[in-house]
């Protein structure tokens, strides 16, 4: 595969030879994951994965939309039909999967997604062939016999990564049993839950009533009162608190954080739960949840995380087949000012509450984020994230936000991965990105070299330890 050595340090000398000395810096410096999706179950039971589709392909959706998009059904990739398992056997049998994402290798070019893969296969599998028709049977086989190794189990390959902190994503009804196992049986990585509520404001979602009888049991509070929903919630993030956690996630559409009185709160809840909330109401109810985990997060000091602008499950029948994340989630514009102006007009300048705001709304970087992480001590940038993790658009980012609110204002890069084998591809590709940006303000005469070396180990390692409070 010919990975070149001074991949994405630039092109112009001067630069690249500054750059070159910057990575080198912190190539091997540990890996702080803040936010991601590798589950902490399979880190407890360490199962030896099972072949290289389920491994590199099937689980991933940046892979699996890519394929799609060019007329690969995602039943050919080994996506099973929404709670079940694909049937190991024809067309998505695990060679035949791997088979097809080698004969469309082509399709990956000039994408982070072939950047991901193809360093993955070189660095931590040793592979060196280039994936293709001719080459899929051999490359199959040399990672079949590489992941049948004690070395290639899913915690000896993130000590091998030289991961230190990796964060779960998890539902507030989780007891979080495989992180307590995880620390009792002294595993040499921190891996520590992250508080997701999303599945409980949205009163309209099927299910919603269920699971708040589920949360209800497991914090032994009555969620059948709106009061009591957020006393379970409040219950709940002490037990996360308790195994660890730092820090809160909340997926949404939009940012509008708008709260309700008690009242109107609570008559849409009895609403939601008789079966007859309407859409209008169901949105002010999620927009004042919003509101009400940022008041959470001021008294508990939790992190709050906030990725908004994507329009979920855009392809219903995908959605219908094959559940939720199987690549038709799609960026859509995105506010963030007005939308979160009540909420940091209480919060925004206390000293426990902290936010860190993502989006796939690139404007919306330099538009909105930066001058509010550039006025509030609350407020951080969060990383280029999804469809904003490629090399351009990582570097556009730096320049959009930098000079809005500097350095260390943002939070540190999040992998924000399901494919556990991407963790160190995708560290390393930001590693080289911020190298280079800080080799073309040394070229520039406006940072000093010593500077530039500084603000490397910080970008890896103060930067997000502070935004997540690790």
């Known amino acids: 595969m010919n990975v070149h050595p001074d991949r994405l340090l630039g092109s112009e000398p001067a630069v690249r030879e500054l750059a070159r000395g910057l990575y080198r810096e912190v190539a091997d410096a540990p890996i702080i994951s803040p936010h991601g999706h590798v589950s902490a179950r399979m880190l407890a039971e360490d199962e030896p994965f099972s072949d290289p589709a389920a491994l590199l392909v099937t689980p991933d959706h940046y892979v699996t939309r890519l394929l799609h998009s060019s007329g690969v059904p995602l039943e050919a990739l080994g996506v099973g039909a929404a709670g079940h398992p694909p049937p190991p056997s024809g067309a998505a049998a695990p060679r035949a999967v791997w088979r097809t994402l080698c004969e469309n290798w082509k399709l990956f070019a000039g994408t982070p997604v072939r950047y991901w893969l193809q360093d993955t296969l070189e660095r931590v ?209 995105t506010e963030f000012a007005r939308p979160l102006r009540e909420l940091l007009n209480v919060v925004g300048t206390s000293p426990g509450f902290r936010i860190v705001l993502f989006t796939t709304d690139e404007a919306a970087c330099s538009r909105e984020i930066a001058p509010l992480a550039g006025f509030y001590p609350s407020v951080y940038i969060g990383a280029p994230w999804w469809f904003l993790d490629a090399p351009s658009a990582v570097r556009r980012f730096r320049a959009a936000v930098t000079e809005t609110a500097g350095f260390y204002k943002t939070s540190g890069f999040v992998d924000d991965t399901r494919a556990l084998c991407s963790i160190p591809s995708r560290h390393d590709m930001i590693r080289r990105l911020d190298a280079r940006y800080l080799a073309e303000l040394v070229a520039d005469h406006q940072l000093s070299v010593q500077e530039a070396h500084t603000l490397a180990l910080a970008l890896v390692d103060e930067i997000p330890r502070t935004a997540f409070r690790l």
């Open 125 to 333: 599998f040793g592979c060196e062939l280039t994936p293709a028709a001719a080459t899929a049977d051999e490359l199959y086989d040399q990672l079949a016999e590489r992941l049948a190794q004690p070395e290639s189990s899913p915690r000896a390959l993130l000590e091998r990564f030289g991961v230190e902190v990796l964060a779960t994503t998890d539902d507030p009804a989780d007891e979080l049993e495989a992180h307590a196992r995880l620390a009792a049986e002294g595993f040499g990585v921190r891996v520590i839950p992250t508080f997701r509520a999303d599945a409980y404001m949205t009163p309209d979602r099927a299910g919603w009533a269920a699971r708040l009888g589920t949360l209800g049991q497991v914090a032994g509070i009555d969620c059948g009162s709106y009061r009591g929903l957020l006393d379970a919630l409040r219950a709940r993030r002490e037990h996360f608190r308790a195994r660890g956690a730092t820090a809160t996630d909340t997926g949404v559409q939009d940012a509008w954080a708008t709260p309700l009185t008690d009242r109107e709160a609570e008559a849409i809840h009895r609403r939601a739960l008789a079966g007859e909330v309407s859409a209008q109401e169901a949105l002010a109810y999620r927009r004042n949840l919003l509101f009400q985990l940022g008041l959470m997060a001021a008294d508990d000091g939790l992190v709050m995380q906030l990725h908004a602008g994507v329009l979920r499950n855009h392809h219903r029948p995908t959605l219908a087949r094959f559940g939720p994340d199987t690549g038709h989630d799609i960026p859509v514009a």
